[in-house]
Every structure is written in C-alpha cells, then in structure tokens.
C-alpha cells in the first residue's frame, strides 16, 4: 500500500494513490488522529459515480461524524469491506489496510491538481497556524 | 492579536489532564478532558478494571439543621428519611409540575446534617430552586462546591485500588458514604458512580486532588475523560441531566419510577408523579438499539413503520455492545422490547428495536434501586 511520499492529498484530508489504472483512497494519518477511534464507516459503493469534491460517505468516530470527499471525479470501483468489521483500520493503519474505497479517475489533470505530501505538511501547518490565533 | 482571555473555569487537576495528553473541551463553562488515550480505551478499562475521573465540576451542597430532613423530603422525590448516617442515595429534584430540576445524590453525614452531589450546570438554578423552598425551614443550605475537588474511582479493580489507602472506604456497601481524613484532609467518600461498575466517587479539598489522583494511577487506574464517561453512563441506563431529563419531563416519564415515594409524605409534584405511576404516561424514555452498522446522535428521529414515534435524547455507538444505541422519549410508550422500529442517521433508515435497560449490566450485579 502506498506510501504518504507516493500519494496525493485533498485539504479535507483524504489520500489517494494510482494503483493499475483506479487509484485507492483513505484517511491520512493526521485526520486519523483528529478523528479519533474510528466505529464505523459508510464508504460509496461500487459502481457509484462521484465529483470532486463531493460527499460520498462518513466516517465515524464515538463522538463525531466526519463527511468523505471524493478527491477526484471518478466511478467507484471497490469499497474495503475489511473495515465493516474492524473500522479500527483507519486508525491503525491509516495508509494501508485502512484504505476506503478505490475509484477509476475521469481524468489524470484533477489527480494532478492535488497536493503532494511536503505540500500538504505545509498545509497541516498553515491551518494549524490559523487555528492558534 | 491580542491572546484570547480563557473563560473556561478549571479544576485542581488540570495541569495533570495537560501533561497526560488530554484533549481538553468545553463542558458548561468548564475545561475537562474528553479523553486522554481515546475513548474505547477508556471505557474497556472502566470495565475490565479501573479509571478515574476528574468530576471536579460537580456541585457539593451542605444541609444541617433541625429542618433539614423535612426539607429534603420537600424537595426530593426519593425517601430521604431512610438514610441513616453512613448512607446515601439517588434522587430527583421535582418541580410543581413533576418534571425534573435536577438528579443527585443525597447523603446523609449525621442527623440533622446532609450532603448533597449535583450536576455542573445546574448548580446555580439548584441553589436558587433549593433556597426559595427552604424559607421558613429551620435547615442551612451551604453550597461547597468551591471547595471540593471530586474524583471518581470506577471498574471491578476500583476496591481493590482503594483498599490499599482507604480500608474503610473498601468495606462500604454500595451507597455507603463514609466522612474521613483523605491525605489529612477532611473529605466525603461515597461508594456511587456513574459508569454501571463498583466504584468510588472521593470529595476532597482542593489541595489533596493531585496527590490522590497520582495515587490512584500509581495503582493502575486509567484517567478516563467526559467521552467514556458518556459511554459508559448511557450503557449503563442512567440520566444526563438537560439531555435525558429536565423540568419539562417527569421522573415517571424517564423510567424512573422508582426514584419516586409517594408514600413518605408530601413533595413538589406529588400529585403529578403519584397519579403517572397510577395511571401510566403517554411518552417514556426508551432504550432502542440498531441492528446494522450506523452510529446514532442525540436528535436522531425513530421511527415505527413511517410514523415518527420520538426523538433520540442520548445517543452513541456502544464500545461494550459494539452497536449504536441510544434512548428516545416514544409515543406510544409501552412498546414491547424487541419491537422493530428505525432510526434516521444521515439520511439512511437504519433497522432497530426496542430495547429493555439498561443496556448493559456488570456480572453479577444487583438490582441497585432503592
């Protein structure tokens, strides 16, 4: 599974990484600890078809709901149905067995258009900054 | 900018919730942990063996004098007169109306003179409530709660941890209160708590919270937060104050009937409550439990077929019962447990049933009503 380095990241915090043709999608490590335990999880289904930007599922913590974007427009072609049983997955393996779900991407530009990691280190800081004031 | 001036009121412990990590809220007006290492962690260790929480915010009353019992069988629904010295127990607070003011417990330190524990964010309209009904009584109400720090030691490992220091405290039957010297300090140990496991709650002056609260973590107590303390409250049936009751629903409409004595005389709302436990009343505070995966909030609409029957007041994924539960004010009110209903999260319609509570209960524990 890939590797934070590997992948390209929204700034509501979802993940994603091309992997033969579709690209998988999930949580990263920072939203992960935000969120804290993860209980349960309602990915998109298969077969569904989102865009960017669109709530397509939650994720759910024993306190909170969080709303998942779709990081790019795409049809979904995979949901992990591992995290059904152990949601936890997220948590302890936010990159890899926590993975969401994967979804073929309509187009390369929008994947492109995402932050890479250092990026999104940077943006994890400006936002943390802002928060501070 | 200028650095934000904190409101927030914190308790004697608080740099010890900073440096073990705490994420720190709001709780009415009060900065409190919600959890430290997270909330399932928290909440298996409360029962499986032991945590402690700081309930610092709690408002502790004194009430002595010659009127003091009658004024407490005025003010509350539960038989304050069968409390010998040594005994406590739990109790509402009844307006004219029935409905609720506030829930607490009340022990009884000697004749003449009573403690009273209650709820953070009711402790001023309490004492206001409280000091209006005692005009013309010969009892002083005495609000300590500015001196009080209080820790609750909960879990099957909580006597056992207090044995050690507090022997005394570890022979208390369940709602014993016990006056005593905690570090030297004169202090209130009852044996209550608010988890559904055996448990203390210690009442101490400020300046001994922080050696006590290391103590019991030197034993091997878990702090726990506001998060598992939620959890673990709503497994075990028991009342959030302003969430599941307040001065609009009655104790009788809450399930607790039995926190009700007609018979020891008259109070605030007798005939109200006397004639729901007669008669019956058209909504009541029901568990309802999801059958599929889904994680049910407090507003969460229930539904029986396409009819809308109530509202969740509590509602939480359950770490214990690994499902979504919560309870809802039903019409009607008398459903069979078991029934099926469903619940309304996140615009799904999650099959659930109607479910007896509380929803949890520890191994071999007795029916603790009284």
């Known amino acids: 599974m890939p590797k934070p380095e590997s992948c390209r990241f929204a700034q509501t915090h979802e993940w994603i990484a091309p992997e033969n043709g579709a690209a998988a999608v999930g949580l990263s490590d920072h939203a992960q600890k935000e969120i804290t335990d993860v209980v349960f999880v309602d990915a998109p289904k298969p077969g569904r078809k989102v865009k960017r930007g669109e709530s397509c599922g939650v994720v759910e913590s024993v306190k909170a709901a969080f709303d998942l974007y779709a990081p790019v427009s795409g049809e979904v072609v995979a949901a992990n149905e591992a995290l059904a049983t152990d949601p936890g997955l997220i948590?302890?393996?936010?990159?890899?067995?926590?993975?969401?779900?994967?979804?073929?991407?309509?187009?390369?530009?929008?994947m492109d258009a995402l932050m890479d990691y250092p990026h999104y280190l940077e943006h994890l800081k400006s936002a943390a900054a802002h928060d501070a004031h | 900018?200028?650095?934000?001036?904190?409101?927030?009121?914190?308790?004697?412990?608080?740099?010890?919730?900073?440096?073990?990590?705490?994420?720190?809220?709001?709780?009415?007006?009060?900065?409190?942990?919600?959890?430290?290492?997270?909330?399932l962690k928290e909440h298996e260790a409360v029962r499986t063996r032991a945590g402690i929480f700081d309930v610092s915010h709690m408002g502790q009353f004194e009430i002595s004098g010659p009127g003091a019992l009658g004024f407490l069988?005025?003010?509350?629904?539960?038989?304050?007169?069968?409390?010998?010295?040594?005994?406590?127990?739990y109790s509402h607070l009844?307006?004219?109306?029935?409905?609720?003011?506030?829930?607490?417990?009340?022990?009884?330190?000697?004749?003449?003179?009573?403690?009273?524990?209650v709820n953070a964010a009711t402790r001023e309209k309490d004492l206001a409530w409280l000091s209006a009904k005692a005009a013309g009584l010969d009892a002083r109400l005495n609000d300590r709660s500015d001196f009080y720090s209080m820790i609750a030691l909960q879990g099957?490992?909580?006597?056992?941890?207090a044995e050690g220091d507090y022997p005394q405290a570890a022979a208390l039957p369940?709602?014993?209160a016990l006056e005593t010297e905690v570090l030297g300090a004169p202090s209130l140990i009852t044996r209550t708590g608010y988890t559904g496991e055996d448990g203390f709650e210690f009442i101490a002056p400020h300046d001994v919270a922080e050696k006590l609260w290391d103590r019991f973590l030197s034993r091997g107590a878990a702090p726990c937060g506001l998060g598992a303390r939620d959890t673990l409250r709503l497994?075990?049936?028991?009342?959030?104050?302003?969430?599941?009751?307040?001065?609009?629903?009655?104790?009788?409409?809450?399930?607790?009937?039995?926190?009700?004595?007609?018979?020891?005389?008259?109070?605030?709302?007798?005939?109200?409550l006397e004639r729901q436990l007669r008669e019956g009343v058209s909504r009541r505070l029901r568990g309802v439990k999801l059958l599929e995966g889904g994680v049910p909030r407090p507003g969460c609409e229930v539904f029986l077929g396409d009819r809308a029957i109530g509202t969740f007041t509590s509602a939480t994924y359950s770490p214990s019962?690994?499902?979504?539960?919560?309870?809802?004010?039903?019409?009607?009110?008398?459903?069979?447990a078991g029934t099926r209903v469903s619940v309304a999260v996140h615009g799904r319609r999650i099959p659930a049933e109607i479910a007896p509570t509380p929803f949890y209960r520890r191994q071999g524990a007795k029916n603790a009503k009284a």
Not at chain 1, 92 to 106: A, L, M, Q, S, V
Not at chain 2, 329 to 336: F, H, S, T
């Open chain 1, 91 to 110: 948590n302890k393996d936010p990159h890899g067995e926590g993975w969401i779900f994967k979804i073929k991407p309509d187009s390369a530009a929008e």
């Open chain 2, 94 to 117: 009844p307006n004219e109306k029935g409905g609720v003011v506030d829930d607490v417990i009340v022990s009884c330190l000697a004749p003449g003179r009573y403690f009273m524990v």
């Open chain 2, 156 to 161: 099957p490992a909580a006597a056992e941890i």
């Open chain 2, 1 to 39: 900018m200028p650095p934000a001036v904190s409101l927030l009121k914190r308790t004697a412990l608080y740099s010890r919730h900073r440096s073990l990590g705490a994420r720190l809220v709001d709780f009415h007006g009060w900065e409190l942990p919600l959890q430290y290492e997270g909330i």
């Open chain 2, 174 to 176: 369940r709602f014993g």
């Open chain 2, 321 to 336: 019962l690994r499902a979504g539960l919560g309870t809802a004010y039903l019409v009607p009110p008398d459903l069979p």
């Open chain 2, 235 to 272: 497994e075990a049936g028991l009342l959030l104050y302003g969430q599941d009751i307040d001065d609009e629903h009655t104790s009788v409409e809450a399930g607790y009937g039995w926190v009700v004595k007609p018979g020891k005389g008259d109070f605030l709302g007798r005939a109200v």
């Open chain 2, 73 to 89: 069988q005025k003010t509350n629904t539960n038989d304050v007169a069968k409390l010998s010295p040594g005994q406590a127990l």
